[in-house]
């Protein structure tokens, strides 16, 4: 067996967390080698909630580096809180709303949240739509305009001879 730098008492890397992520204790060798985590279903509803919460711009971004976690973590933890597959107590919901789900109209914490979220990008939307129809109108009268100057270039001037 061949041992590594990493293996040898004393070396390698130790990976503590918040306590959230759990890491398994083992012996051997190579008991100091890095260990998938395991997140408790609190810490990922936690995760999810905040994330879902932070609007400003970088802000997500550095939650996930801050938790060392990925994009895909977060998608795929919203899907179980969906479905109803993510609860506090680690037990799927039957029937009825689990707490922490996103309903329309719900009184939720990440409902409303979310409805922040789409009442803000709705009102830049709206913004924005505003400044597109300007556009429009100023370039139809551009338009108009040069339409007008055109056709009084083309009618013929009497000339005085």
């Excluded at 997500?60 to 976690?69: C, D, K």
């Excluded at 009825?96 to 990440?110: I, L, P």
Aim: hydrophobic share 30%; aromatic share 4%; proline share 4%.
């Amino acid at each position: 067996m061949t041992l590594t730098h990493a293996d040898l008492p004393g070396q390698g890397s130790d990976a503590t967390g918040d306590g959230d992520p759990q890491q398994s204790t083992s012996s051997g060798p190579r008991a100091a080698h890095a260990q998938r985590r395991v997140f408790s279903n609190a810490y990922k509803l936690r995760i999810v909630t905040e994330y879902d919460g932070l609007c400003e711009h970088g802000a997500r971004g550095a939650l996930l580096r801050r938790e060392g976690l990925y994009q895909s973590h977060i998608e795929k933890w919203r899907k179980a809180r969906d479905a109803g597959r993510l609860t506090p107590s680690g037990r799927p919901v039957v029937g009825g709303s689990s707490s922490g789900r996103s309903r329309v109209g719900g009184d939720t914490k990440t409902g409303s949240s979310e409805n922040r979220r789409l009442q803000q990008e709705n009102q830049r939307l709206a913004a924005e739509l505003a400044k597109t129809r300007a556009v429009a109108e100023i370039l139809g009268k551009a338009h108009a305009l040069l339409e007008m100057i055109s056709e009084g270039a083309e009618k013929p001037t009497s000339s005085i001879s």
